[in-house]
């Protein structure tokens, strides 16, 4: 008899398994024994919301299943997408089955992340209707299968339509699961107030929250955090657009712990403004993270209101409409947000979109000696002073810059150059409308002095083979996107497919405004493809400048999918 691992070896390989996010390895060892099962399950589970499944698959890893698989290829794209939602499906109805007691294992107590998110797009996917939808509401999770009932219209005799109520579904499917899990960590999905206020207290473990409406924090749902959830650092919410909204944040940043909040992310529009900023003085001391799309022109003049919040090392901040000029319509404010970025020590990363004043902003910052950043992204005016000035930021390994193209001619080009060059730390450059007049020499310059590329993203005019000599120096160049008017050859695009190597794994080549006289042929776009998917299995897309031609194509179809003991959908054989 062989001897038998202690419980304690065991988890320690399936935790390890499981940070290596081997869902593969983890479900071939919950097929091996009952004393393995249970410690690979948990660990499964506990990583259930990355599942190479969830959200529907990977696309690109979709497109890269090897056409060596006879399995595989046998099947059409449309089949293997199918299969895969049915893996998602049968996830979820594991999940919402352990909640109601009828699995074999409690699965739902040993997810850290509930993610209605992912629910919602399982229901709301059109290959989840019909009979993965039977299936998965069958027997038990009848229950959940909600519907609203629209009357046809007048003088039509058709019969009234159905619909799933996806948010009462969502609703009592959250119920279910919160009464029977007290380690998640994460919850994410469009969330009502009242939800919140059930659900809370029986999470005394939630440290990131992600909603999709703001006015979900209303109604005392700071006090319950602060009462339940001890560990509470991140939030992350969609939009917020009433009328208190600023009011009701306000309420809610200085109800929750004092110096608690790590990292704060408003994705999309909200009326915040300066009862909002100046009670995120609150958390000055925890606040890292800073995230503020679309604030109102009118929150512009009280940025200066979060002066004291000095321990950021992210700030992103984009106006709504691009209106106010601080450094011109309020020169004291725009003085003070200065002084404030400038204390920020820790800061690494800024991002401004829509801000008139940005680049004035921070061409003091840029010079200070105090600040090392890692990334820059500015969307808005360019200033000569501001371009000179990024060239002191030589820490910079990602900068996104976008300007007025026609602001950017002659001198002003060498400026730009003369200054990315200075960058040799960078990794990522994404230049957009400011490179519009970009040539070949200017991008062959680039090349040669920044060899630490991963990504370049740039536009330009009459840009030709001349660039891939220096181009081909980028040993570890995984994305390169040429949206310039261009004539490239494909025995220069040969050439230059042949120098790359394993540094270039997988990269993705983009010539995406090529000359419509110069074209490729289609016989020599494929050849291209294929020589690229070859080389370094890579994707080749091709289109024609004034959208005469689209040519854009992907390689392929590759998908990496996944006994009483419901792990199925984590099984990455390719089998159904």
Partial sequence: MCPRLPDDILHLICTQLSYQKDFGTLFRCTLVSKQLALLAARQLYRIHDVAPVTNGGDEIEISRIPRSDDLLRAQQPDQILTNVIAKWANLWRTLILSSLGQTTYPYCSYIRALDLRDLKELLEDFKFRGAISERFFDGELAQFCLQLEHPAKLGRKAPRTV????????????????????????????????????WIPRLPRLQHMTLWRGAALANGVGDLIKLHCPSFKSLVFYQWMDPDTDHSMADFLTSIRPHSLESLDIISHSEMGAESFAALNSHSESLIELRLNNIRPEAVSTLSLMKGCTSLTSLLISERNAHTDLEKENHSVFLDVVDWLKNCKNLNSITFHKMLSASAILTPVLLDNSIRLVKLELEGRLSRNFLKALAHQDSLESVWLRGDGEEFIGEDIAVVVESLINLTNLKDLRLRDMSDFFRNEHLCTIARH???????????????????????????????????????????????????????????????????????????????????????????????????????????????????????EFDDSGSD
Avoid at 173 to 198: F, H, N, P, Q
């Fill in 450 to 568: 920044l060899l630490n590329l991963e990504e370049l993203w740039t536009s330009g005019y009459g840009i030709t083979d001349a660039i891939w000599p220096d181009v081909a120096l980028l040993k570890s160049l995984r994305r390169l996107e040429v949206n310039a008017w261009s004539s490239f050859t494909a025995d220069g695009l040969f050439g230059y497919i042949n120098q790359l190597g394993s540094g270039n794994s997988r990269m993705i080549l983009g010539i995406n405004m090529a000359d419509p006289e110069t074209s490729l042929s289609e016989v020599d776009h494929a050849l291209v493809r294929e020589a690229l998917a070859s080389q370094v299995e890579g994707k080749f897309d091709y289109i024609l400048a004034r959208g005469l031609r689209n040519h854009r194509r992907d390689l392929g179809s590759s998908l990496i999918c996944c006994t009483d003991l419901n792990v199925s």
């Fill in 163 to 198: 619909r799933w109520n996806t948010v009462g579904m969502l609703d009592a499917i959250g119920e279910a699961i919160s009464k029977k899990t007290i380690v998640v960590e994460e919850l994410s999905g469009e969330i009502s107030c009242e939800a919140l206020i059930r």
